[in-house]
């Protein structure tokens, strides 16, 4: 399996586990369905995928349109 492959299953393999924990958390939070998924997708939003590649020993490399790095890593809002 290629190093690219590896990363994107474990990306997807992070997203999964990060959502149904969320998903459970809002159930215990008492939140409804509709509350349930939206803290799910706001905590997809907020993985920190700086840490996940470090995970798999590879350095960020996102950068804006004008080939700059960003002002705020992607694990924070901008």
């Known amino acids: 399996m ?4 590896r990363l ?3 990306i997807r393999a992070a997203c999964i586990e990060a959502a149904l924990a ?4 809002g159930g215990v939070l008492g939140l409804c369905a509709e509350g349930r998924w939206e ?3 706001s905590t997809l939003r907020q993985l920190n995928m700086n840490a996940l590649l470090a995970s798999h020993s590879i ?20």
């Open 22 to 25: 969320a998903y459970e958390e």
């Open 39 to 41: 803290y799910a997708i």
């Open 59 to 78: 350095e960020p490399t996102i950068e804006s349109p004008d080939g700059n790095q960003p002002e705020y890593p992607s694990d924070q809002p901008s």
């Open 2 to 5: 290629s190093d690219e492959r």
């Open 8 to 10: 994107a299953e474990a």
